[in-house]
């Protein structure tokens, strides 16, 4: 029941950020144009979701590293931003999305662990 309170606020604060605002709207559209280019990534097995809610690489292959170093920076603007607003810290804001985008995760996708090993959904 907590969790999933926790999880509708969090839910719910991203919303907030990304739809309402102008300053989000500018990161939303740049995320929105880069997810064909990131669930290709992570359909290859190159790209996964982090413990600590960010685009991690799984192997070696750094392909589409400028696509994963932009997202990283619009993730990390929208968790500063939220983290702002909520009065937690960042790091918060960042596990609470991390446990969302492994959730939402389709099968064959790799998501890292709470010890940082990349598990296949």
């Not at 992570?42 to 982090?50: D, I, L, Q, Y």
């Not at 685009?55 to 590293?65: D, I, P």
């Not at 804001?93 to 940082?116: C, F, H, I, M, T």
Request: aromatic share 6%.
């Amino acid at each position: 029941m907590k969790y999933s309170r926790v999880l509708i606020l969090s839910l719910a604060a991203v919303m907030l950020i990304i739809a309402g605002t102008a300053w989000a709207g500018g990161i939303k559209d740049r995320m929105k144009q880069r997810l064909p280019a990131i669930a290709a990534l992570k359909a290859k097995g190159v790209v996964g979701e982090t413990n600590q809610g960010y685009l991690g690489f799984v192997t070696g292959n750094r392909s589409g590293a400028d696509v994963v170093a932009a997202e990283n920076k619009d993730r990390k603007a929208v968790y500063s931003h939220i983290a702002g607003q909520q009065g937690v810290s960042v790091e918060l804001v960042q596990k609470r999305r991390a446990k969302v985008l492994a959730d939402r995760a389709d099968p064959g996708e790799y998501v890292q662990n709470a010890s940082g090993a990349w598990v296949k959904k």
